[in-house]
């Protein structure tokens, strides 16, 4: 079976090292088993993502020497496919509507005791779980902003214990055959009133679509798998491979962001750097040549 491999990102900024590291370790892993590598734009979010990120990056991978397939998949272009997969699991009645704006959520969850979930944020109160169907469709009807969370406790009784392959490793040394915890993230959001999908709704239905079998990205979306094999389940679909990888911290050891300057692609592009240069900073051996047939 031919391996699938994706790098994921979303034009909402320039790249950095830590996304070179990820884009060139999925293209040296797919060049290893004889695989496909396919790029995909996560620009759900059309209010951050902009086209000249999107090119800016394109052309940045192109420069690291990546060799994808066409058509790129843009997600924005595919929201009908998020659609069906959102009515999937309200047919299943696992998602309601959530009315809560962001500062009742903050002062529902201002006791610093509150549990939060893997990344930090306060758990949903799950205040508006239970709200009378009729009542439900009256505040959408009215124009009311809403998002449509997961009815996490249901799904997971729905579903039973559920586990993934790690191929890398988690933040704590996860690795191997790893139980799946989705119940740490509480009612996630699964798609807005706006946007009808979320990163977790699209990432699920394009990888299952796209017949990627090895998820290959950094280990600060470790967690994030057990909603995605969560997903998968309940709307029968495959579940990749995963590998997660170490991030490229700065030097005070954070994690890189967007607007990383110095460490952004471009700059080091505009100081004269070489894409073996970028190789060697993440820690890559130099790039094999591709074997011919
Ligand atoms: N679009 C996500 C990001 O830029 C990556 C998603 C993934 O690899 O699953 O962080």
């Given at each position: 079976?031919?391996r699938?491999?994706?790098f994921?990102?979303?034009?909402?900024?320039?790249?950095?090292?830590?996304h070179?590291?990820s884009?060139?370790l999925?293209?040296?892993?797919?060049?290893?088993v004889?695989g496909?590598?396919?790029?995909?734009?996560?620009?759900?979010?059309?209010?951050?993502?902009?086209?000249?990120?999107e090119?800016?990056?394109l052309?940045?991978l192109?420069w690291l020497g990546?060799d994808?397939?066409q058509?790129v998949?843009?997600?924005s272009?595919?929201?009908?496919?998020?659609?069906?997969?959102?009515e999937?699991l309200?047919?299943?009645?696992l998602?309601y509507?959530?009315f809560?704006?962001?500062?009742?959520?903050?002062?529902?969850?201002?006791?610093?005791?509150?549990p939060?979930?893997?990344d930090g944020?306060?758990?949903?109160?799950?205040?508006?779980?239970?709200?009378a169907?009729?009542e439900a469709?009256?505040r959408?009807a009215?124009?009311?902003p809403?998002?449509?969370r997961?009815?996490?406790?249901?799904a997971?009784?729905r579903i039973?214990p559920?586990?993934?392959?790690?191929?890398g490793?988690?933040?704590?040394?996860?690795t191997?055959?790893v139980?799946?915890?989705?119940?740490?993230?509480g009612?996630?959001i699964i798609?807005?009133k706006?946007?009808?999908?979320?990163?977790?709704?699209?990432?699920?239905?394009?990888?299952a679509?796209?017949?990627v079998t090895?998820?290959?990205?950094g280990e600060?979306?470790f967690?994030a798998?057990s909603?995605?094999?969560?997903?998968?389940?309940l709307?029968?679909?495959p579940a990749?491979?995963?590998?997660h990888?170490?991030?490229?911290?700065?030097?005070a050891?954070?994690k890189?962001?967007?607007s990383?300057?110095?460490r952004?692609?471009a700059a080091?592009?505009?100081?004269?750097?070489?894409?073996?240069?970028?190789?060697?900073?993440?820690?890559?051996a130099?790039a094999?040549?591709?074997?011919s047939?």
């Open positions: 079976m031919t699938i491999f994706r994921a990102p979303s034009p909402n900024g320039e790249l950095h090292l830590g070179a590291y884009a060139l999925n293209s040296d892993l797919a060049r290893a004889g496909r590598l396919l790029i995909r734009i996560e620009d759900i979010d059309r209010t951050r993502c902009r086209p000249e990120f090119a800016a990056i052309d940045d192109a990546l994808w397939e058509p998949r843009r997600q272009e595919h929201f009908d496919a998020y659609s069906k997969a959102l999937t309200r047919l299943m009645d998602v509507p959530s809560l704006s962001r500062g009742e959520i903050r002062a529902a969850t201002a006791d610093p005791a509150w939060r979930d893997p944020a306060p758990l949903y109160s799950g205040l508006d779980r239970d709200l169907a009729g469709a009256a959408i009215s124009g009311a809403y998002a449509w997961l009815r996490m406790a249901a997971i009784d039973g559920l586990r993934f392959t790690e191929h490793s988690g933040p704590d040394g996860e191997g055959d139980t799946a915890d989705p119940g740490r993230w009612d996630v798609a807005r706006e946007i009808p999908t979320s990163y977790h709704l699209s990432v699920v239905v394009d990888d679509l796209q017949g090895d998820v290959v990205r600060d979306l967690h798998t909603v995605h094999r969560l997903l998968q389940a709307l029968g679909l990749p491979i995963y590998r990888h170490g991030l490229v911290r700065d030097a050891g954070r890189l962001s967007k990383e300057g110095a952004g692609l080091l592009r505009a100081a004269g750097a070489t894409a073996e240069d970028v190789r060697r900073l993440v820690g890559l130099p094999q040549p591709t074997p047939t």
